[in-house]
Every structure is written in C-alpha cells, then in structure tokens.
C-alpha cells in the first residue's frame, strides 16, 4: 500500500509498504477514505517528539471503510467508521471510568518502559505517534489495522459525507472536552488561546456550554476570523498586549476560565519563550509554555485553567506561585475520545455543531509531504488539510 | 514460607523496593529458600493490578503450560507432574537456560511458592501472590523473584543489553498478563506478521 512515512525532520515520504494485517483477535482492517494532518502532526515534522524511527507511518485522524476483520470484532464490512486516535482496550479499570486515554491495555507491553520512566505510568496507545505510544501505524495511508476495533470506531449513518465526521476522531473530542474542563458556569467569559482547530471548536463547545463571552487569542487573522464568525471576540497577540487587554475587557476581574490550546511550540518573540526555545535546542527544558505561564497570569482568582495543549516534557519558569495564591484549578489529558464520539456525532447530525468550515485544503494522499510543508509553512490560511487516498493527483 | 516477604522492614514498603540491600540479604535468608550457596542473589518485586477475580487468575497462572503465552523470554514449559515442570528459556547470544522447577507451598486462589532444584542453569525461586483489589478493582499480582544472575555481575549486564534483564521482564511478563487476562489478547503495535516477528513495535 502507500503511505506517509517519516523519514526525519521536515523529511516525510509517500512510500509504498506492506499491507497491514489482523494480529489479534479484536482486530479490522480499514480502507482509508479520508485523513488529516493534525497540529500535532507538525511536532512530529519538527521533529519535537522523541522515540520517532524512519519509516513510522503517521496520521491520527482517519476514517473509512471496514474491510476485514478478527473474529472478536463486532464491526461488519462494509461499514463506515470514524477512528479515534486514541487505541484503548475498553476493559480495564480506566476504560470502566471513561478514562480511555489513560488506557492500562493500549500500549504494547514493551512500548510502556518508557512513559513509565518519563510519566511515572503508562498511557493509552495511539496512532502514528511515536514509539512512546505504541508504535501503531498511523492513518495516512491506504489501509490502517484498528487494535480494539469492538470498542473504538465509531458507526458513520449512510448519506453523511467524511467532512462532516472526519474530526470526531479528535480534534472536535479535544475541543470539547477542553470547554468541559474549564467547567464553564452561565455567564462566564471564556479566554482560549489558540485558534487553531482544538481553539475553534472549543469556542464553538464553550458557547453551547452557557459561556456568555468567549475570548479568542491568535495572531493568524483568518483564524481570529474564523473564530469571530463562530461570536468570540478576538485579540491579536501581536498588536495588543495580551493581558492588559484580557484585563480590561473583563472589567478588571480576568478570565473566569482559560484555555491553552497552544502547547508546546508556542509561536512569538516572547522572552521566556526565546529562553524556552534556546533550552529546548540544548535539551535543558523540552517545552516552550509561554501560553500556558500568561493563561494563569491573567485567569481571575479562583478560576479554572484547561489546557488541551500537547505537553511532552519538563518545564520551568511554571508560575506555580501565581498559581497557588490565586486558587486555581487545573484540567487537562489526551482527550477520552471514545467517551464524547456518540454525543458528538448526533450534535453534528442535529445541526448544532458544524465542522466543516475547517476545511481550507483537500489533496490526494500522494501529495501529502506537500500538505505538510503547506500546513507548516502558512497556518494564516492552511487551517486543515484533508488527504484522500483515492484522490487523483492533480495536473501539474 | 507462607508468610508475605516484608515482615522484617521498619516501615509498611515491600522488601524489594527497600535501599538497604544488607536488610533484603537478611530477610531472604529467612524467607525463601536461597537457591545456590552464592551471594549474588538478586531479588525482584512487581506489583500489577488485574481487573478480574482472584480465583480466575490464579487457575490460569497454576496450568503453567499457560505461562508461556505471556512471558517473552520463556521458549517452552513442560509440566513434569502436578508440583513440577522444566522451564526452557532464552539467553543472550541465542542461547537457552533451564531448570526444573517445584512447587514449595501453595495456597489455592491465594499464592504459588517455587524454587528450582538442583543443577538449574540460573537458580532461581519465588512466589506469586493473588490479593483482592480494594474498592472492587479486581485482583492485585505480586511476583517475587529471588535468583542467581548467570556469571554474576557481568552476566547481569550483559542480559541487561538484551532486555532480558529480570526486573525488567517481570514487569513487561505481568503487563501482558494483565493485558490477556483483560482484554483476551496481547497488545501489539506491529502492523502485519512480519513485523511483529521482528520484535518491530
């Protein structure tokens, strides 16, 4: 089949390679009809994340269609599913709470050594990222084999095109999930950092959450628009300064809840953030957090910090102090995608959520290194880009 | 025997995860049977929680033809009778070690004791221990490994390169005992069988 393999830093091939197969009993094999490239995705091209091997076939965001199965599936082919980027097992104490990211069973036994040592426990696989999680083969790719598949994919209803669905598989969990850790009460205002997808769609989730203002923080003016359009108020980090206007349009208070969904390769000429950059390349520190230190610099007293952003490593210079005296409340995770997929799909499907506006750009598997260099290269007006295994290249 | 291993330690820890390594000679001298007259004793705890009753565990750990399925390192087990079996097991350089191993006392749903007799490759003993989880989560697995690293120090590097170092494959052992027992399968991150027998995960 072919595939999108990582070579390297900025180095990523569309490589034909063996086919996936059932290993084990609750296996399928999926034919990929649609993939994205996620933001994630670019912490890997940046080569950010460690335990990478040439050859790992990457994507996490994929859907499509059931081919073949292991006798303990409960898929049927022909059937038509979303994956979510999260592979856990559905039977340990953690998936019987919901808690699929914190999977005991995902990661193969081996695999686990090494978050043991960095996290103190392992978490739940994942796909095509890294070692680390597993080493599983990603989604960018003709066909993908689903570990679990009895208790992960999710059932598309015929008629629903892949746009529509494609992101259950994270980014709109992540986004959710993200407003819901900020525990919003009516008539918060909402700060998130960050408008790329996981930002939008935790604007659009704090909103059906009874936020009364939503506050969006960028310095892409297509994505601060995109978040306008969905009722937020922007502030463009590179015009204003940040807290002082977070502060004032809060009438002094700040932010009852906010939300990183920067991570770790927080953009801008930032002091801490320069320092950050400089440890990062040294390996003193791994993690740039300048949007995570100036969330709870502005968060109001008692409020809530929620923060989907990727975080791999240590830090320093975390406001612990700020953080402390203030009574602040912290929630964040690898989102538990299996537990928001049902109640999500029938929002979509309701028409109270649309996902679909994302969609700047649309390619054939086969140009998939373009669309990472794209992505990386213009995120002002590349906000998604969807990859179609069965999609012609385009006429030069 | 019989009695758990962390009786004589000043606080509540088990005794393998103590820093005093005269306390844990001491102790082992007392608590299990020493296999060998060596010194180099090595003593390994690994503690993993199962979500599954006690009773169904430990009737799959007691068939010990079973136990292959999980542990990595282990070629083949025969059982020999009902309190013995001859373990065959890999080694670095492609070699294999082996032992016959009995049963010294054991507790139906409760803990299995072993040690290897005379004339084993890598002398070993230990015991397994099946608790209930509090609050309803299931059963708590304790393996308790005391053994003879092959050629001492040097050995015990040297399976360390390999990753067949116990501690290490205790860990990864009960990890898939606990993924077969929950999940009915064992967790691979290979994508086709070619992989997955080149160890590629």
């Known amino acids: 089949m072919r595939a999108l393999a990582w070579h390297g830093k900025h180095d990523v091939r569309v490589d034909t390679v063996d086919d996936p197969e059932i290993l084990n009993p609750r296996d399928a094999i999926i034919k990929v009809t649609s993939t994205a490239i996620c933001g994630s995705d670019l912490h890997l091209y940046d080569g950010y994340i460690p335990t990478m091997m040439k050859g790992d076939i990457l994507g996490h965001e994929f859907m499509g269609e059931v081919v073949e199965v292991g006798p303990k599936s409960t898929l049927k082919m022909g059937q038509r599913v979303v994956v979510p980027f999260t592979i856990a097992c559905g039977s340990c104490y953690h998936c019987g709470k919901h808690q699929y990211s914190a999977c005991d069973n995902g990661l193969p036994a081996d695999n686990q050594d090494i978050a043991q040592e960095l996290y103190g426990q392992p978490m739940s696989g994942l796909f095509g990222y890294s070692h680390m999680t597993g080493g599983y083969s990603g989604g960018q790719a003709e066909y993908v084999r689903i570990p679990f598949s009895d208790v992960g994919p999710l059932v598309i209803p015929e008629g629903i095109e892949d746009e529509k669905v494609l992101f259950l598989s994270d980014i709109l969990p992540t986004g959710w999930m993200a407003a819901e850790n900020a525990q919003i009460e009516p008539g918060d205002t909402v700060a998130v950092w960050g408008c790329g997808p996981v930002g939008l769609f935790a604007v659009q989730s704090a909103f059906l959450m009874g936020a009364e203002r939503v506050i969006a923080i960028d310095h892409f003016p297509r994505r601060l628009e995109l978040a306008k359009k969905f009722g937020a108020e922007t502030i463009n980090f590179e015009e204003t300064r940040t807290y002082e206007a977070l502060m004032e349009m809060t009438g002094g208070i700040g932010p009852d809840a906010v939300i990183d969904a920067v991570g770790l390769e927080a953009h801008g000429f930032f002091v801490d953030n320069v320092i950050d950059q400089i440890k990062a390349s040294t390996f003193l520190g791994t993690d740039r957090i300048h949007s995570i230190r100036q969330a709870i610099h502005a968060c109001r007293k008692g409020g809530r910090v929620s923060m989907p952003a990727v975080y791999g490593g240590f830090v320093d210079k975390f406001p612990l102090g700020a953080f402390m005296e203030k009574g602040l409340t912290l929630k964040t995770g690898q989102t538990h995608v299996q537990h928001y997929m049902p109640a999500l799909l029938n929002a979509i499907l309701e028409g109270k959520i649309d996902t679909t506006f994302l969609i700047s750009h649309t390619l054939p598997l086969e140009d998939a290194p373009k669309g990472y260099k794209m992505f990386h290269d213009n995120q002002n007006e590349v906000t998604k880009v969807v990859l179609k295994p069965g999609l012609a290249l385009a006429a030069e | ?201």
């Open chain 2, 1 to 201: 025997m019989g009695e758990t291993l962390d009786t004589p330690q000043r606080d509540d820890a088990p005794l393998a995860t103590s820093k005093d390594s005269a306390a844990v000679d001491a102790a082992t001298d007392t608590l299990i049977d020493k296999p060998g007259q060596g010194d180099a004793d090595v003593l390994v705890g690994r503690t993993v929680t199962i979500n599954r009753p006690r009773e169904e565990l430990f009737a799959y750990w007691r068939d010990f033809a079973n136990l292959a399925t999980f542990m990595e390192n282990v070629e083949r087990i025969d059982v020999l009778d009902d309190r013995r079996s001859h373990w065959v097991v890999k080694a670095p350089g492609g070699r294999t070690v082996e032992w016959t191993s009995a049963i010294t006392e054991e507790r139906d749903g409760s803990f299995i004791a072993w040690a290897s007799e005379d004339g084993a490759d890598v002398p070993n003993s230990g015991r397994i221990d099946f608790r209930d989880a509090q609050g309803g989560r299931g059963t708590i697995v304790t393996a308790t490994i005391l053994y003879d690293p092959p050629a001492g120090a040097i050995g015990k590097l040297i399976a360390k390169m390999f990753q067949r170092e116990p501690a290490i494959q205790a860990r990864r052992d009960l990890r898939r005992f606990k993924q077969l027992m929950e999940t009915g399968e064992i967790a691979t991150g290979a994508r086709n069988k070619r992989l997955q027998d080149e160890g590629k995960n």
